[in-house]
Antibody
Framework: EVQLVESGGGLVQPGRSLKLSCAAS????????MAWVRQAPKKGLEWVAT????????YYPDSVKGRFTISRDNAKSSLYLQMNSLKSEDTATYYC?????????WGQGVMVTVSS | DIVMTQGALPNPVPSGESASITCQSS???????????LNWYLQRPGQSPQLLIY???TRASGVSDRFSGSGSGTDFTLKISSVEAEDVGVYYC?????????FGSGTKLEIK
């Protein structure tokens, strides 16, 4: 059974950093692109980052480019999102997702609140 | 960036009736390989999103055949035949053609 379990969320002050993790199981992690998608409270879905199978290619929207870094450790079947210079508008539930022809598996999400 | 625009539903929809959700993209999502890179997701209340349809009309594994996707390069429809209580939630379209990947704003389905 495919499982994606996010961790690392919490309350953080504006301008500070936070690192999210996603532990994957039930599939060959190294064979798939992976992604982070977020959802602000009572808002829609926003794609945040994608990483290739080897980690050599990464993609970001302008809203997080230069502040967020997606990475992976295939030996540990883990995905990460390093978030720096956090802003209040980064407050959201962050989902880890397996990227294939769509996002066919999602984690349960982890909440990040950016507030002083 | 490709902008995805979703239509609204005349909620609530009577149980057993069909419902159609529309989505329009600002650029054709038809790839040179012949596939149209349009996905549909359902987010039930309190749950993570679930992939329903990919490549505009292919149902994801385990998805009921009451869900069907259709469209052209820029205009798309998700049809739900005979809506049931479990279909309640917000439906999102997403373009998977190019970065930045973008979602529609969502369409809420309520059942009467």
């Amino acid at each position: 059974e495919v499982q994606l379990v996010e961790s690392g969320g919490g309350l953080v002050q504006p301008g500070r950093s936070l690192k999210l993790s996603c532990a994957a199981s039930g599939f060959t992690f190294s064979n798939y692109y992976m992604a982070w998608v977020r959802q602000a409270p009572k808002k829609g879905l926003e794609w945040v980052a994608t990483i290739s199978t080897s980690g050599s290619r990464t993609y970001y929207p302008d809203s997080v480019k230069g502040r967020f870094t997606i990475s992976r450790d295939n030996a540990k079947s883990s995905l990460y999102l390093q978030m720096n210079s956090l802003k209040s508008e980064d407050t959201a539930t962050y989902y880890c997702a397996r990227h294939y022809y769509g996002y066919n598996y999602w984690g349960q999400g982890v909440m990040v609140t950016v507030s002083s | 960036d490709i902008v995805m625009t979703q239509g609204a539903l005349p909620n609530p929809v009577p149980s057993g009736e069909s419902a159609s959700i529309t989505c329009q993209s600002s650029k054709s999502l038809l790839h040179s390989n012949g596939k149209t890179y349009l996905n549909w997701y359902l987010q039930r209340p309190g749950q993570s999103p679930q992939l329903l349809i990919y490549w505009m009309s292919t149902r994801a594994s385990g998805v009921s055949d009451r869900f069907s996707g259709s469209g052209s390069g820029t205009d798309f429809t998700l049809k739900i035949s005979s809506v049931e209580a479990e279909d309640v939630g917000v439906y999102y379209c997403q373009q998977f053609l190019e970065y930045p990947l973008t979602f529609g704003s969502g369409t809420k389905l309520e059942i009467k």
